[in-house]
């Protein structure tokens, strides 16, 4: 285990935590919030996905035309029309996402790993050849092995991505696997990883810390835990875990992420984390 010296929280509230049943934010709504995360110091907001349509554009031009400070990308499928509705909005920083284990690849997609690479292969390069910068995102990523996992992140590196997401998309990880497979990993992966976790078994924050402490850089949360079935690592909770418990130095305002954990929940009608 490594000494936790330092973290970067990556917000979805926008994408991933919009993705709980019952939940659609106005595109005013998600100015707030993504203003709000903004002052409050987070530096990486993943907003939305540009190809669901013109009014998901609509409420992602409204962010972009902000100028926040905090890096605002958008979530992409390995697709060319995903791929140009994010340029055509005016996305700079491109987040593309494929499956990794055989269960997505051969079941969900009914396609082949190399179908995965090669439509990988093609989307990196047509954001890159926008001026576009890229991470990589390794969907059912616990369900794959190692070296499949390692295999997406080389051939990310090899053109250029700047770092791999390991998605729990099923959240059926725990502390101590998250830990022995971010400390196994993140020696041997040529890109920062990033760790998202899913809170189908309640452990989402502690796994996600227990991924930081081990290797990963980048940690994916969203504010009020909100997210796909049973929810993110919650914001508040990871960031005030960090500064409390690990004192890891933080520009996150944690009474300004409380504060939007409480906006997120109304919004949301979901509980609030209190600390």
Not at 1 to 19: K, P, W
Not at 190 to 218: K, R, S, Y
């Amino acid at each position: 285990m490594q000494e936790l010296n330092q973290a970067v929280l990556i917000d979805t509230t926008l994408r991933d935590g919009e993705q709980a049943a019952g939940i659609v934010f106005t595109a005013m709504e998600k100015l707030a919030i993504a203003t709000a995360l903004d002052k409050a110091g987070v530096t990486w907001i993943e907003a939305g996905t540009p190809v669901m349509g013109q009014e998901e554009a609509e409420a992602l031009r409204f962010i972009l035309d902000a100028r926040l400070k905090a890096v605002v990308f958008a979530w992409n499928r390995a697709y060319r029309e995903d791929i140009e509705a994010s340029i055509a909005c005016g996305f700079e920083f491109l987040h593309i996402s494929v499956p990794v284990s055989d269960l997505h690849i051969h079941r969900k997609l009914k396609k082949s790993r190399d179908w995965v690479i090669a439509q990988l292969r093609t989307a990196i390069l047509l954001a890159q050849s926008h001026g576009c910068y890229v991470s990589v995102g390794a969907e059912d990523a616990s369900r794959a092995s190692s070296e499949q996992f390692l295999e997406l992140a080389e051939l990310s590196a090899s053109l250029g991505v700047l770092r791999i997401r390991y998605a729990d998309t099923v959240g059926l990880l725990d502390p101590f696997s998250s830990a022995e497979i971010m400390a196994d990993l993140t020696v041997r992966c040529p890109l920062p990883i990033e760790f998202h976790g899913h809170n189908d078994f309640g452990l989402a924050t502690a796994n996600t810390l227990a991924a930081l402490q081990n290797g990963a850089v980048f940690a994916s949360v969203t504010a009020a835990g909100i997210g796909e079935r049973s929810g993110n690592a919650a914001l508040e909770e990871v960031a005030v875990a960090l500064d409390e418990i690990y004192k890891v130095p933080s520009r996150i305002d944690l009474t300004a992420v409380k504060n939007i954990g409480c906006q997120v929940a109304a919004l949301s009608r979901r509980r609030v984390f209190n600390t």
